[in-house]
């Protein structure tokens, strides 16, 4: 019995092991090769630790790709998304919490459709409506289109916030006459903080991320985010593996950081999105 | 609701002014684009001129079930999201089994078992492209060490859909794994204890006392992950292209493509309306799915 106990101790940290090196090899190559000088990359082979030493190197090619300016779109994107989607949500959040009004479970099940709705099926409509309104070729469309996706996320994030905020907590202020808007700014968001920081990192993210929409409706170079602007690295070889990588890098670490830090409000979110609808 | 017992004819409308500004965007933004696809479906609009597209009926229809790309393409959508499905689900529960009792590093190995999941599309595709490089690449490099030669990962007909269900995987497992460890934790311990002292194996406590606990987690991340599948679009994009000779071509690759290279508007709204029905059908079976849950719960 504790031999047998004993293996499959082993057992399960050799399975931990395996997973720990499929799930983070990707990344650790990601790293390795922004450290490494082309000569190896195509030649000899690549040397398969850090050489932190070369970080230097690394600087000096990544000053010859814009990536400044890319990840300030990128930011400005990502950023106008999580205004706009916050603010709508909120309103929406509040609504489907608080009242029960006619068509209420309408825009429920409206909401629930936008999450399996393809972006793909909206992008030729949506670009002849912004040549019509001159929206092509601008962030402002950009983020205006991202937001119908990120918008129901949200709502359903805070949603799920406000119904855990008793009615109590703002019944003394309605009797008070307060309008109904101010008791939603004043009362119900400062209390559900925590989870306006995670619909606003899901946001952030997903305009971070974004790529379909930036790469069909951007087409001058000094719009592109940091995804188009990397995604122009395919299918090209004057700019070196190494400071490919690097930029890859450098765009991912904040999704990384971030994602870690909030990982179990974002699947929350995720996941009640797709019950409650 | 408890406590509003003042209803005036105002106060009626209050829930409206909440509910109608954000429902007024996603008109604009999403359904009327919806609606406008599906028109565009019966017309030939070109990409010169894509506000005048003339109505010719179900000519495009016509074409499209003529035309054995839209079959490939159907085909690759398909076995693409069940694969994703299969694999991503399977890893997923398995990893979340593995790191769900508590051991020395579990917080590291748990950060590091995420990445895929957390790493922006764009940079993920840009590392496998690099692994899977033909001369270069660290999976050639391995294969060659080891005497089996080099492969075409991405630019054969049997590989490129396996190479992409390999990025895939990367990235959905993480969060299947993320919801199934939040049910394990509904799992009573002493259960589980007690089960293991009346004598049952590890196999069967997790039969009986631990599986049912995580089903609804597992039929519900499953259904992410197919709906997701069905709408990715930038890896299979960026790594394959939709090649080769079109066995990765999704249906939402084949709508970008026959839109903004075909030129074709009308004909790329066509593979649209197709993807809108399967994406409707999947949303049916999770509805469904979701009320005999409650029905079972409220049991």
């Not at chain 1, 101790?9 to 090196?21: P, S």
């Not at chain 1, 390795?32 to 082979?45: C, H, V």
């Not at chain 2, 001369?135 to 990962?153: A, D, K």
């Amino acid at each position: 019995m504790p031999f047998k106990k004993l293996t499959l101790k082993l057992l399960r940290y050799l399975l931990i092991g395996v997973l720990v090196v499929l799930a983070g090899f990707p990344v650790y190559w990601m790293a390795t090769t922004a450290l490494s000088l082309n000569s190896e990359l195509y030649g000899s082979g690549q040397v398969i630790w850090p050489q932190v030493q070369n970080l230097p190197e690394l600087w000096r090619e990544l000053g010859q790709v814009p990536i400044g300016l890319w990840l300030f779109n990128t930011l400005l994107i990502a950023a106008g998304g999580t205004v706009l989607s916050l603010t709508l949500g909120s309103l929406a959040g509040y609504a489907l919490s608080r009242f029960r009004f006619h068509g209420r479970g309408l825009v429920g099940f409206l909401l629930f459709m936008t999450q399996v709705v393809p972006e793909a099926l909206i992008l030729v409509p949506l670009y002849a409506m912004f040549i019509t309104f001159g929206l092509l070729n601008s962030l402002t469309g950009l983020v205006l289109a991202n937001v119908g996706f990120s918008l129901p996320v949200a709502c359903f994030v805070l949603k799920g916030a406000m119904d855990a905020v008793p009615y109590e907590i703002e019944e003394s202020a309605i009797i008070d006459n307060c309008p109904r808007f101010g008791v939603l700014t004043m009362i119900i968001l400062p209390l559900i903080m925590p989870s306006i920081a995670a619909a606003a990192v899901v946001a952030f993210f997903a305009g971070w991320n974004e790529f379909l929409f930036a790469s069909t409706f951007l087409m001058d170079r000094e719009n592109w985010p940091a995804s188009v602007g990397l995604a122009s690295f395919v299918g090209q070889y004057e700019t070196p593996m190494s400071a490919v990588m690097g930029a890859a890098l450098v765009f991912s670490i904040p999704a990384i950081v971030f994602f870690l830090l909030i990982q179990r409000k974002i699947v929350a979110g995720l996941t009640a999105g797709a019950v409650k609808g | 609701m408890t406590g509003s017992k003042i209803r005036s004819g105002m106060t009626r409308l209050v829930p409206y002014a909440f509910i109608l500004p954000p429902m007024i965007y996603l008109m604009v933004f999403m359904f009327w684009p919806l609606a406008r696809q599906m028109y565009m479906s019966l017309t030939n609009t070109r990409i010169i001129n894509p506000n005048r597209g003339r109505f010719i009926g179900l000519g495009n229809y016509e074409r499209l079930f003529d035309d054995p790309a839209f079959y490939l393409s159907l085909k690759a959508t398909l076995v693409y999201a069940v694969l994703a499905v299969v694999f991503g689900v399977s890893l997923g529960v398995i990893s979340a089994l593995a790191i769900d009792r508590p051991f020395k590093g579990r917080a590291i190995v748990r950060a590091i078992l995420l990445f895929g999941w957390a790493v922006p599309n764009v940079a993920a595709s840009l590392i496998w492209l690099w692994m899977y490089n033909d001369r270069s690449g660290v999976f050639n490099r391995m294969t060659e060490f080891l005497g089996l030669g080099r492969f075409p990962w991405l630019t054969s007909t049997e590989l490129a859909l396996g190479s992409i269900l390999a990025v895939t995987v990367w990235q959905v497992a993480p969060f299947v794994m993320l919801v199934v460890l939040a049910a394990l934790q509904s799992v009573p311990h002493e259960v589980r204890e007690a089960a293991r002292i009346d004598g049952a194996d590890e196999l069967s406590t997790f039969r009986a006392v631990t599986l049912p606990h995580i089903r609804p987690a597992i039929q519900l991340a499953s259904l992410l992950v197919c709906v997701w599948s069905i709408r990715r679009f930038d890896i299979i994009y960026l790594l394959t292209g939709g090649g080769p000779v079109g066995t990765t071509s999704t249906l939402v690759v084949k709508i970008r493509q026959t839109a903004f290279e075909g030129h074709e508007l009308g004909m790329a709204s066509a593979y649209g309306a197709v993807g809108l029905v399967l994406a409707l059908a999947i949303a049916a079976l999770h509805y469904a799915v979701e009320q005999r849950r409650m029905k079972w719960m409220s049991r």
